[in-house]
């Protein structure tokens, strides 16, 4: 069965520190790999979503980024974290045939002081 | 613009029935999805409608008319568990998924 792992669960960080989230999708292969941010009370915004090895598309303009360096493992960095950014981040996979349903990590609270 | 419109906070008795309204506006119709999602987890996949008509699912069942871009979440025989906050969403005609902001569900007792 497939199974998605995510890291870690809480995250406390100083503003201007980086940061490095990583996923990593196991049991399936070439699945769609995507992050998404959750504020409190609020849905879920795509962040980035990726369909290959090196092939990253992003939604929102920020501060962020993503790689994804294996076919299953996917990374959201940050170089300096912001106030803003702190919220909910999850990330999820999918088959590729178009009407999949997502399938998400335990999601990652991160916190920005 | 794309829109998903859900309430944002219902309440209901535990054993009693439930429906969740949805309203969509969105570039392309590819199907409906409904997620639930408890504090501080992340959403599990309830159910996908893309033809109209009802889907059941146990307790919960979920009904969609793109004619009239809605859909809802029935939930049946309500338990203390069933208390979370449900996520609907629209795949466009990109494939990409519009997210509603969530009904958060609380059941008393």
């Known amino acids: 069965s497939q199974t998605i792992h995510q890291w870690p669960a809480t995250l406390v960080q100083p503003v201007g520190s980086p940061l490095s989230l990583e996923c990593t999708v196991e049991g399936t292969s070439n699945p769609n790999l995507y992050w998404y941010r959750q504020a409190a009370g609020r849905g879920l915004q795509l962040l980035f979503y990726?369909?290959?090895?090196?092939?990253i598309s992003s939604e929102v303009p920020q501060n962020l980024s993503a790689s994804r360096p294996q076919d299953r493992q996917f990374i959201l960095s940050s170089k300096k974290l912001l106030l803003s950014d702190s919220g909910f981040y999850l990330c999820?996979?999918?088959?590729?045939?178009?009407?999949?349903?997502?399938?998400f990590g335990s999601g990652t609270q991160l916190s920005v002081l | 613009g794309q829109n998903i419109d859900q309430p944002t906070e219902m309440t209901a008795t535990e054993g009693a029935i439930v429906q969740i309204n949805c309203t969509y506006q969105t570039s392309g119709f590819n199907g409906l999805f409904w997620y639930q999602q408890h504090a501080g987890e992340a959403p599990t996949f309830l159910s996908y409608n893309v033809l109209d008509g009802l889907e059941e699912k146990g307790r919960f069942s979920s009904f969609l008319s793109r004619s009239k871009g809605y859909s809802y979440l029935l939930l049946k025989e309500l338990q203390m568990k069933d208390s979370a906050s449900y996520l609907c969403?629209?795949?466009?005609?990109?494939?990409?998924?519009?997210w509603g902001a969530g009904t958060k569900l609380i059941i008393k007792p």
């Open positions: 990726s369909v290959g090895i090196g092939q």
């Open positions: 999820a996979w999918s088959y590729k045939t178009g009407y999949e349903k997502l399938l």
């Open positions: 969403a629209v795949m466009d005609s990109n494939y990409q998924l519009i």
